[in-house]
C-alpha cells in the first residue's frame, strides 16, 4: 500500500480551521472563545440587573432575578446580533441563539451566582464595597473555568457554539 498519497488528510486542515483538533472534536481555542462570548453577556447583563436592583433599594432575590434575568438576555442577544448579521430571519435567529447559548449561559449563571450566593457577606455588600465585587469577579472566573469545558464538549458534538460556527 502507498502511503505517499495523503490526499485522504485534507479535511485535516478544515477541521483545524474550524477549531476542531485532530480527532475531530472541539479545540480549546474555540472553546475558550465562546466561553468568552458567553461571559461578557453574562457579565453585562448581571452588573446592570445589580445596579438596577441596588438603586430601586430590591431586596437580593429580586436583584438576582433581574440580574440573571438580564445575563441571558444579553448573552443571546451577542448570538442573535451575529447571526442576523450573517443574513438569517429573525425566527431562524433566535432558535440558532437558544440553541447555541442557553447551556453555556445557564451553567455559567448557576456557578457564578453560587459562589456568590456561598461567600460570606457577598449578598449584602453594596457595589462599593470590595467584597461585592472580588465575590463577583471571582464567581466569573471560576464559572469560566468549568464553562469552558462544557463548551469544548458541546461543541465537539456539533452543539452550542457550534451552531454558530456554522455560519461564519
Known sequence: MDHSDHSHHGDHASHMAAGTDAA?????SMAVKATLHCLTGCAI???????IGTALLWGNVPTMVL???????????FTLFAV????????????????????SIAVMELVDNSIIALTPGAMDAHLSDGLFWYALLGGFAVAF?????????????GKGHAVVHSLH
Open 24 to 28: 475531530g472534536g472541539a479545540s480549546w
Open 145 to 157: 473555568l468549568i464553562t469552558t469545558p462544557v463548551n469544548k464538549w458541546m461543541i465537539g458534538r
Open 45 to 51: 447583563g448581571e452588573i446592570l440587573g445589580m445596579v
Open 84 to 103: 442576523r448579521r450573517a443574513g438569517l430571519d429573525w425566527k431562524s435567529a433566535v432558535r440558532i441563539a437558544l440553541a447555541a447559548d442557553t447551556v
Open 67 to 77: 440580574a440573571i434575568s438580564l445575563a441571558f438576555v444579553f448573552g443571546y442577544s
